[in-house]
């Protein structure tokens, strides 16, 4: 029987792995190996083929190969193999599943000993310890289990659905030596439901800290091959294929069940109790539209942030729609303020800039607002359709006066001496007169600043 102490199977297990030097060239091999169905079976080499489902499948755990030389170099001295559960869905009938009735041991455990009549093995005997057979039988220790005789610590964790079988030696003798033979390493006992159909292979977690051998000595011995058994359900009419669902319309053809949907999986999801479906979408680019095959519930949950949806043009200040990631389509605008359009900028149209609603807007200044025209001496400027004028002179400042000859008028002479200070834009003007001449206050005389005088020109 196996062993509850499964901690202190891998306290050696681990210790063998942790101190592994170097390691072998073997052809060591796990193997499933069904060997008993409880319903109508037969068997092609590794393969048990079931007339339908509704059964019980015995599968055994096999070792062997880890001294091909048969050199007694290494012995076996630990072994632990795990189930790959991921293995027993093929994603065509429903899954196998570990037998846990009357409890989880019931359908995993390690065989070391048996009851049997007298001192041959029976097979079929039930598993005992010193004390478990009926009147008349014996205890007597499994001799096709890989550790016979040798005190074996072995155990099974179900601790997770990748159920681990392992056993570890006491013994001082040595390991186990190879003689050639697959030897007995566990038992898995498989639920195959009436909805199972087509083909199951039965196979290992292929991770060196999950299934591996080590010899006596704790080295690990490598590589390991792993050979998965497979598990059949062949069917002869329509009602060995009922999988119990209503959401599927069941066939056999040519030994195969076939369950195809009777409803557009696309559209639809199914309650697979009643067959009743409900409609898949909920018309929202920004959810996903998940059903659920056990219940046949539809969720929406939030779909993947910046998915395209919504309005998809784009602007300067709006940009496409996305998804946010809580299953809102959210518009994307352009902060209040961003640049957008004409950049030009006067005193009564500054450069055009975003709203934060998405629009570019103009920021013309309204009619009768107040600008500076650039000239030094207007005052009192005002807009008119995006334009800054109707400004009046500024007369009380003498710079602005033009009265150059302080004759209380601006007339021809006064224009003569503006014209002797007329020296362009690129050259300072010489002081004194003609700071007066200076109209817009630039430190020049130019062009500009005949135009200010012309607008106090009174010809007098």
Not at 91 to 108: D, E, H, I, K, Y
Request: proline share 7%.
């Amino acid at each position: 029987m196996q062993s509850r102490n499964y901690r202190s199977l891998m306290v050696i297990a681990w210790s063998a792995l942790l101190l592994a030097g170097s390691g072998f060239a073997t052809a060591a091999q796990f193997e499933w190996r069904p060997v008993r169905a409880t319903g109508a079976h037969s068997f092609n080499g590794n393969e048990i083929l079931l007339q339908g489902g509704g059964q019980q499948v015995t599968v055994e755990l096999l070792i062997s190969g880890w001294d091909p030389e048969q050199d007694n170099d290494p012995t076996l001295g630990a072994y632990q193999a795990a189930l790959d559960a991921s293995t027993l869905a093929n994603g065509v009938g429903v899954p196998l599943a570990p037998l846990t009735v009357p409890n989880v041991a019931a359908g995993a455990f390690i065989v070391t000993r048996r009851c049997t009549v007298g001192q041959q093995i029976d097979p079929n005997g039930q598993p005992c310890d010193l004390s478990a057979c009926p009147a008349g039988e014996f205890c007597i220790d499994n001799m096709s289990y890989v550790f016979a005789n040798l005190q074996p610590l072995s155990a099974v964790s179900t601790a997770s659905p990748n159920y681990e079988f392992g056993a570890a030696i006491q013994s001082i003798q040595g390991g186990r030596a190879d003689t050639g033979i697959a030897y007995y390493a566990g038992t898995l006992i498989l639920v195959v439901p009436s909805g199972a159909s087509g083909s199951y292979d039965v196979g290992f977690v292929n991770d060196i800290n999950k299934t591996f051998m080590n010899d006596f000595f704790a080295r690990l011995i490598q590589p390991i091959t792993t050979v998965p058994g497979r598990i059949t359900v062949v069917c002869a009419t329509t009602a060995d294929c009922n999988d119990s669902n209503a959401c599927t319309t069941d066939s056999c053809r040519q030994g195969t069940c076939l369950h195809s949907a009777n409803y557009n999986p696309s559209v639809s999801c199914c309650n697979p109790g009643d067959g009743s479906t409900v409609p898949l979408t909920d018309d929202n680019p920004c959810t996903l539209d998940v059903c659920d095959p056990a219940t046949g519930i539809v969720t929406h949950p939030g779909g993947p942030a910046g998915t395209p949806c919504g309005d998809p043009s784009t602007s300067e200040c709006d940009r496409a729609d996305q998804c946010d990631g809580a299953g809102v389509c959210s518009p994307r605008h352009s902060a209040a303020g961003t640049r957008c359009g004409s950049a030009v900028s006067t005193p009564c149209d500054r450069a055009d800039s975003c709203d934060g609603q998405g629009a570019c807007q103009t920021n013309i200044i309204p009619d009768g607002g107040s600008c500076n025209d650039g000239v030094f001496c207007t005052i009192g400027e005002t807009c008119t359709g995006g334009v800054c004028g109707n400004g009046a002179p500024n007369v009380p400042n003498p710079q602005c006066s033009g009265d150059f000859d302080i004759d209380g008028d601006r007339d021809l002479d006064d224009f003569a001496a503006l014209f002797d200070c007329l020296m362009g834009p690129d050259l300072p003007h010489p002081g004194g007169d003609c700071v007066i001449a200076d109209f817009d206050g630039g430190g020049n005389v130019d062009l500009a600043d005949v135009a200010a005088f012309q607008a106090v020109f009174d010809g007098n």
